[in-house]
């Protein structure tokens, strides 16, 4: 999976984690730096996805707990435990995409925790 758009956390160290990131993908996604993902509930991060979500076929959201945390267990249902460096992967039928629910249908693929 390779992002065209990147959501990150406007944090020094996240400024840094995401450059890193970023150099590993072919291409240049366009990045969008964001003060509310800094101390973001799992709700404002999902409200900053879903409105990029027109824009973008796969977005990386890099941010921190607990609203990552949080934004994840609201979207599977399922509570799942991020860790730094823990990468949770949804995917969407690009036909069941609706404009007042862009993030409707999401459904867990993948829970990749360094730890594990």
Not at 98 to 104: F, H, I, Q, R, T
Request: charged share 15%; proline share 7%.
């Amino acid at each position: 999976m390779v992002p065209d758009l990147v959501l990150a956390s406007d944090s020094t160290r996240t400024r840094e984690t995401t450059a890193m990131i970023c150099k590993a993908f072919p291409g240049n996604p366009a990045i969008h730096f964001l003060g509310e993902l800094y101390s973001g509930t799992g709700g404002t991060i999902l409200d900053a996805a879903a409105s990029f979500a027109a824009d973008a076929q796969t977005i990386l959201i890099v941010g921190h707990n607990p609203g990552m945390e949080a934004a994840a267990w609201q979207l599977s249902g399922d509570e799942i435990r991020m860790h730094p460096g823990t990468t949770v992967v949804f995917s969407l039928d690009a036909g069941s995409v609706s404009p007042s629910a862009p993030l409707e249908g999401l459904r867990l693929v993948e829970v990749l925790d360094p730890n594990t």
